[in-house]
């Protein structure tokens, strides 16, 4: 079933959460036991992200270096069938412009339609480590606007050359989009209303529903949402909660994500001695502000789990 779907008919409010393949060399059973206490639960749907290939230089005898290529975390697209097969879950594979040709994505696109998974969530992808900039080459899309286009064209049967489908009648793609959105603007819009106009263009090309950037103040979500409505961006905005684990990640979270932390979270953890007691206040505020989102109306909280899926436990213990 489509994740839109999974929104139009909730008659409570529902949660997915985002898994994170596991380490190139660890097995399927990781990511079993990372969902199989979450089933209790009966989540709709699960996302799987995408991570881009790394490079990265080894020394070789003669002093020269070399550069390699490695995806540290494959399989994105192999969870999401074995967790469709094993669940009977819907999986929501992450699909990225960095890393794909238009050919390239038009083939994984045909995988996914084979598999039966007809829901993704696109994004521009993350910046190659080493690279300031995102860098796309020309034949490989610079925005997720334009691999939004693309999945719409073969939604309406377009492919890229119809030279080689070789059938007269085109099978029709029936792909459901998400789409990334960011309460306190992408870092790379010189502002949240430039960021907007470009949100809106991902909506008109298609675009079913929006997965916001974690936040730890409600009211940023509940502005972005506002503004949103205004510039007449009218699909659901799922929002993205995570709890916060270490104190580490006070200064992590903002320099990876660009957010902010609020004052009165940054002070309770960091006078917390204890480590678990610093993931307790994490889970904490996650569900104090899962409550208020959920009381607001909201019809899916998003969770990212990335690798604490204990915590994310707790919370939607707590809240579901
Ligand atoms: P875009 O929508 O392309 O926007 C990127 C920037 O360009 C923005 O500043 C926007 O305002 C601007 N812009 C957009 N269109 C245009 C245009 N036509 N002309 C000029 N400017 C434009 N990364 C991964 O690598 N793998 C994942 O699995 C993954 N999952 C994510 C899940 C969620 C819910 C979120 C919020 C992010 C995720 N990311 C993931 C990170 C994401 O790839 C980065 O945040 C990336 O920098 C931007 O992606 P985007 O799809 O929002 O980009």
């Not at 529902?14 to 079993?32: A, N, Q, V, Y």
């Not at 003669?62 to 399989?75: E, F, H």
């Not at 080459?137 to 691999?147: G, M, N, R, T, W």
Request: hydrophobic share 35%; aromatic share 12%; with cysteine.
């Amino acid at each position: 079933m489509k994740v839109i779907d999974h929104i139009t008919k909730a008659k409570k409010s529902l949660f997915s959460f985002e898994i994170l393949p596991p380490l190139r060399g660890h097995d399927i059973k990781d990511i079993f036991s990372t969902l199989d206490p979450l089933m209790e639960f009966n989540p709709p749907f699960i996302d799987v992200t995408y991570h881009r290939e790394e490079f990265f230089y080894i020394k070789k005898d003669n002093g020269l270096l070399q550069r390699k290529k490695i995806s540290r975390r494959p399989g994105t697209v192999g969870i999401c069938a074995a967790i469709m097969n094993k669940y009977g879950i819907d999986a929501v594979p992450h699909l990225i412009c960095g890393g794909f040709n238009k050919q390239m994505t038009e083939n994984a696109l045909i995988d996914l339609n084979f598999l039966g998974i007809d829901n993704v969530l696109v994004l521009r992808g993350d910046t190659i480590k080493y690279e300031n900039n995102f860098l796309s080459p020309k034949d490989e899309h610079k925005y997720a606007l334009e691999l939004v286009e693309q999945i719409q064209d073969l939604n309406r049967g377009k492919y890229l050359d119809k030279t080689f489908v070789e059938r007269k009648k085109y099978p029709l793609f029936n792909f459901c989009i998400g789409v990334a959105g960011y309460p306190e603007k992408h870092f790379e819009a010189p502002n949240i209303e430039k960021d907007l106009f470009f949100l809106k263009k991902k909506v008109e090309a298609g675009a079913n529903y929006i997965v916001t950037q974690m936040f730890f103040d409600n009211k940023k979500f509940f502005n972005f949402v506002k503004k949103c409505r205004s510039e007449g961006i009218s699909i659901p905005i799922i929002p993205g909660i995570k709890p916060i684990s270490s104190k580490k990640q006070l200064n992590s979270l903002p320099s990876r994500f660009y957010l902010n932390i609020p004052n009165e979270l940054v002070k309770e953890i960091e006078k917390e001695k204890n480590k678990k007691m610093v993931s307790q206040i994490g889970i904490e505020w996650a569900i104090h502000q899962s409550k208020e989102l959920k009381n607001s109306g909201v019809k899916v909280i998003h969770y990212y789990t990335m690798d604490r899926p204990e915590n994310i436990y707790k919370v939607i213990k707590a809240i579901y």
